[in-house]
């Protein structure tokens, strides 16, 4: 089990890399859309869905990476006392709960996206008006990641229930 959930970490945390230097392009084109209409006055026509899109893959594709390393807010005033078993039982209900909910995303944002591909859907949103399908896979992309990730903290807390010591690194 706890192979299985280093491999998923390991891939999730290779995607929460990758996904992070989406913030470059996103400073790039602010940059260039501030100076064009500031020093220039030209606004850009593609700034705002840009960055936009850019924004929106950059929280999705970090939601896994968050998840792996136990980045999301929790109200501690009892679970930090609790035992590393009495945790993995809090941990595993929740994300058996969650896991549900994050499959049933990833197949409706697969759809999504299909008709968005298939239809050549443009977002309408400004004179750029791109194809609205690369948005749409960041953001199942980002809910498949959460899906595998979801996995691997179900493998982790499972472990930890069997053994009593919880993983390093585990949420």
Not at 4 to 30: C, E, K, N, V
Not at 72 to 83: E, G, I
Not at 108 to 133: C, I, K, Q, T
Request: glycine share 6%; proline share 4%; with cysteine.
């Amino acid at each position: 089990m706890r192979a299985i959930a280093h491999q998923i970490d390991r891939f999730t945390a290779l995607a929460g890399w990758l996904a992070a230097w989406i913030i470059l392009p996103l400073i790039m084109s602010m940059l260039w859309e501030v100076v064009s209409r500031y020093v220039f006055t030209r606004p850009t026509i593609w700034a705002y869905e840009a960055a936009y899109i850019q924004m929106g893959a950059l929280f999705v594709l970090g939601i896994a990476y968050v998840t792996q390393t136990d980045g999301h807010v929790r109200v501690d005033l009892a679970y930090a006392n609790f035992r590393p078993r009495v945790q993995a039982i809090v941990n595993l209900l929740g994300n058996l709960l969650v896991a549900p909910l994050v499959l049933w995303l990833c197949f409706g944002l697969f759809d999504y996206l299909y008709d968005a591909w298939e239809s050549g859907e443009r977002s309408g949103e400004s004179l750029w008006n791109p194809y609205v399908w690369p948005a749409r896979l960041a953001f199942w992309l980002g809910f498949v990641l959460l899906a595998a990730q979801t996995v691997s903290e179900l493998l982790k807390n499972l472990s930890t229930l069997v053994s009593g010591q919880a993983d390093e690194g585990a949420a």
